[in-house]
């Protein structure tokens, strides 16, 4: 079966960092991906990780662990736009199947 | 220059009619997806066909039709609207299996 875990809601302040952690129990691993969805629109692609380990695109960052069935997006210095869901998707083994997991709403207080 | 773009935004619509959803991509992908996200926001796929070919067809009602006229395309059919098919409906593409660009989405409700 599917299963992909996410906390459901997080709170930030402005500034700071926060970790968002995504874990999932999968038929088959080809990808892990993590989209931003503002309300009322669509996600928008942010990291991808196929291999064990952290890669970091200026204030985001994403990390893979294989084994552990384990992902979490590190966000710094937070700002007020950042407030969105953050939706982590793993790519099956066949290809094209993609399956979501809930999403994790963050609000960031000033 | 819309990269992927979904026709109409907004969709009201009674219980027992058809309606289609159209999706155009202008990125050159060749792999096109309908996902439904439903009033929980949880993001669910539907189909992914992959140079008009259909690759995926999720557990969906045979009442949900999509049909890919060119690589381009990827519109989708709903027949005998259901009040449980309200939701968002997005298309997306992609490279091969790579990362997907979605759409504005497709806000459907069914009364």
């Known amino acids: 079966g599917q299963n992909i875990d996410q906390p459901t809601e997080m709170t930030a302040t402005e500034g700071a960092i926060v970790q968002i952690n995504c874990t999932y129990q999968t038929s088959g691993f080809n990808g892990l991906f993590w989209y931003q969805q503002h309300a009322g629109e669509a996600p928008t692609f942010l990291s991808y990780n196929v291999l064990d380990g952290l890669e970091e695109k200026g204030r985001f960052s994403s990390f893979l662990s294989r084994s552990k069935g384990y992902s979490y997006l590190l966000l710094k210095e937070l700002q007020m736009k950042d407030s969105a869901s953050y939706l982590c998707?793993?790519?099956?083994?066949?290809?094209?199947?993609?399956?979501f997991g809930p999403g994790t709403r963050l609000s960031v207080l000033p | 220059d819309t990269a992927v773009s979904q026709t109409p935004k907004y969709l009201v619509t009674q219980m027992g009619n058809d309606k289609s959803i159209k999706c155009e991509q202008n990125?050159?992908?060749?792999?096109m997806y309908w996902y439904k996200q439903d009033s929980k926001k949880f993001l669910k796929i539907m189909f992914s066909?992959?140079?008009?070919?259909?690759?995926i067809n999720e557990t969906v009602p045979n009442r949900f039709s999509p049909k890919s006229p060119d690589k381009a395309h990827l519109n989708l059919h709903i027949n005998s609207l259901e009040l449980g098919d309200s939701a968002v409906y997005f298309c997306a593409s992609s490279w091969s299996s790579d990362t997907q660009y979605f759409g504005p989405g497709t806000r459907l409700t069914v009364l």
């Open positions: 066909y992959n140079n008009k070919e259909l690759i």
């Open positions: 998707a793993v790519r099956g083994s066949y290809g094209q199947n993609f399956v």
């Open positions: 990125l050159g992908h060749d792999t």
